[in-house]
């Protein structure tokens, strides 16, 4: 088969249930059968149409002619000490990127996952900012992270896991395709991730920020706020001088969470920029109508960075002033630092190597 033939193939983990069904109905084959690909794809994780062995014969040429399952694959794996996995992956058009798998406390997981290959937001601290943006993932390319994942290590299907969007890119500016992929992602005949276990996290675009609020998804929201004056903000992050943080707070206060959650910003800890308690006090007020809970991040160094990460007893000192203030403080662990985890850093460690871009 060529190459033409094969690229205007259609993903197959693009397509939602019902879209399945519907596209199998229209080429003359039952419904119901879209359940039993999906079953295939995201119980047994079985990427070969051949090998759905309930499946008749012109239905597997059928998904032979027009779609395909096998257009991504994992190019590289690390370990990190603490159990922590980033993955990379490699597209169709050979261009990658990273997801990351981590092994929380009592048996539970997270999977970090990319929304975009580079990212336009352009923050100062972040490595996928360097290489400018690329292009979106499709929501196939988001949704194979998973199952690709799942099956590595050996997962079985009813094993709750967490999503985070919150490895390369900004989720937010590829929302058609994220909403797609939450939406597969949470089908109760495939992998049955509740959205509520789905968490996307973006720098504060304010205006999808709205128009996420209106999908009324129900997934978990996070906001990278990083700073509490809008000039560092700015120098952070600088979408900020289009969406301050004021605009961030207004559509935060009307955004529709679960009663029971709880909104979260991401609070990166700079050594000597963002760190005094002098922030922690304006932090506190600038959340104080807000039913929120704060992660302190600690800075992670990559080359050519300008930031320090700092020590560990000012983001403890950082954490104690905010629970005293009665909000609710958390500081991510600094999963993987060994295999370079934080968002972009396997990928440019990779580009560097074989000088791919
Ligand atoms: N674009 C979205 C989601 C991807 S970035 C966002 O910005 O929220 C996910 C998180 O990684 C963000 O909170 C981001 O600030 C953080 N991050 C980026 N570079 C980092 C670094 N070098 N060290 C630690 N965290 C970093
Ligand atoms: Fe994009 Fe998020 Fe990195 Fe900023 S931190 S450049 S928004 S991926």
Redesign the pocket.
């Known amino acids: 088969m060529n190459l033409s033939a094969q690229t205007s193939k259609q993903n197959i983990f693009d397509l939602t249930l019902e879209e399945l069904g519907i596209n199998l109905e229209q080429a003359g084959f039952q419904k119901f059968r879209a359940k039993q690909i999906y079953h295939w794809l995201y119980t047994h994780y079985e990427t070969n149409f051949d090998a759905m062995n309930n499946l008749p014969k012109d239905l597997k040429i059928y998904l032979n002619e027009y779609f395909t399952s096998q257009n991504i694959s994992i190019n590289k794996k690390e370990q990190s000490q603490d159990g922590s996995i980033k993955y990379l992956f490699a597209t169709q058009d050979n261009l990658t990127y990273e997801a990351v798998f981590l092994k929380m406390k009592e048996d539970k997981f997270t999977l970090c996952l990319s929304s975009q290959i580079g990212?336009k937001?352009g923050?100062s601290?972040?490595?996928t900012a360097k290489g400018g943006f690329v292009r979106n993932l499709t929501a196939g390319e988001i949704v194979y992270q998973v199952v690709a994942i799942k099956k590595d290590q050996n997962l079985p299907n009813n094993k709750a896991i967490n999503i985070v969007?919150?490895?390369m890119?900004?989720?937010l500016d590829n929302l058609a395709n994220v909403t797609q992929c939450i939406h597969i992602l949470s089908e109760l005949d495939g992998l049955n991730i509740s959205v509520r276990r789905q968490t996307i996290?973006?720098?504060g675009i304010a205006p999808k920020i709205k128009k996420l609020g209106m999908l009324n998804l129900g997934v978990q929201l996070?906001i990278?706020l990083?700073a509490v004056s809008d000039e560092l903000r700015t120098q952070l992050i600088p979408i900020n001088k289009a969406y301050n943080i004021q605009a961030i707070i207004d559509e935060i206060a009307a955004f529709p969470i679960d009663s029971r959650k709880r909104i979260m910003f991401?609070y990166?800890m700079i050594d000597g920029i963002n760190d005094s308690l002098e922030n922690a006090k304006k932090l506190v007020a600038l959340l104080n109508k807000i039913k929120a809970k704060v992660n302190l991040?600690?800075?992670?160094p990559?080359e050519g960075?300008p930031y320090q990460r700092p020590q560990r007893e000012k983001v403890e000192a950082f954490r104690e002033f905010l629970l005293k203030k009665g909000l609710f403080c958390t500081i991510r662990e600094s999963k993987g630092l060994d295999i370079s985890a934080?968002?972009g850093q396997l990928r440019e460690r990779e580009i560097n190597q074989k000088g791919e871009i």
């Open positions: 990212c937001v923050c601290f972040c490595l969007y919150m490895g890119g900004e989720p996290s973006t720098s996070a990278s990083h991401e990166l991040i600690y800075f992670n990559h960075s934080a968002c």
